[in-house]
């Protein structure tokens, strides 16, 4: 039996012909290259890397390494914890601090949130390089879906933390706006929960 790898996410199928879709990254047919026993590749017909030597100015070389640097260190999947762990604490704060009028917790968690909007550069930054590196920058749902999450997230953060500095009473039980801040802070937590489903999907169904 043959078998065919995904370009995209590099899942492997065996089979005589390539999967119609990929069942993780959704990639089609002619996204899939016939690979030998050990996975190896069998026809050279993919594009060679992008690590051009030669001309070039100094801050292209200079992105080159950075951007390779952010790849080959795993940079994506370590700065996406500092947010991730601290957004549902965030979260969790707003709630309680609006069911019980604590102004306390909105303290911590107006804090927490600063700390996820001051993250979220480097989480996107080095998720973008690793998009382009890994994937070649392919568009398939399961990338979109990502980056719709990734745009959604972080639009609803800034808007939270500048709600919260421009009104300090937000959180406060009298306020008749603090559901719908609360709305947006769920919003972005599951966001965040939906594009980290879908890294980790990407990372761990493509082994075998
Ligand atoms: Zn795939």
């Known amino acids: 039996?043959?078998?065919?790898?995904?370009?995209v996410c590099g899942y492997i199928h065996a089979g005589n012909e390539p999967p119609a879709k990929c069942p993780v990254c959704n990639a089609d047919a002619s996204e899939f290259f016939e690979v030998g026993p050990?996975?190896?590749?069998?026809a050279s017909m993919v594009a060679g890397s992008s690590s051009s030597t030669g001309q070039g100015s100094l801050l292209a070389k200079g992105y080159e390494m950075?951007?390779?640097?952010?790849?080959k260190n795993h940079l994506h999947p370590i700065s996406v914890h500092f947010?991730?762990?601290v957004l549902?604490?965030?979260?969790?704060?707003?709630?309680?601090?609006?069911?019980?009028?604590?102004?306390?917790?909105?303290?911590?968690?107006?804090?927490?949130?600063?700390?996820?909007?001051?993250?979220?550069?480097?989480?996107?930054?080095?998720?973008?390089?690793?998009w382009h590196k890994r994937y070649k920058g392919a568009m398939t749902q399961i990338f979109v879906t990502k980056i719709v999450c990734a745009v959604v997230c972080t639009v609803a953060a800034v808007v939270v933390v500048a709600w919260r500095y421009n009104d300090p009473t937000i959180m406060d039980v009298p306020s008749s706006s603090r559901w719908l801040f609360l709305l947006v802070n769920v919003v972005?937590?599951?966001t965040a929960g939906l594009a980290g489903h879908l890294g980790g999907k990407l990372v761990f169904d493509t082994r075998l």
């Open 66 to 71: 950075l951007t390779d640097h952010i790849y």
């Open 88 to 130: 549902p604490a965030a979260v969790i704060f707003v709630g309680l601090a609006i069911f019980f009028g604590h102004p306390g917790l909105q303290e911590a968690a107006y804090y927490n949130l600063i700390f996820v909007v001051l993250t979220l550069p480097v989480v996107l930054f080095s998720g973008y390089v690793s």
């Open 38 to 42: 050990e996975g190896e590749e069998l």
């Open 1 to 7: 039996m043959k078998k065919w790898k995904c370009r």
């Open 83 to 85: 947010p991730n762990g």
């Open 188 to 190: 972005m937590l599951a």
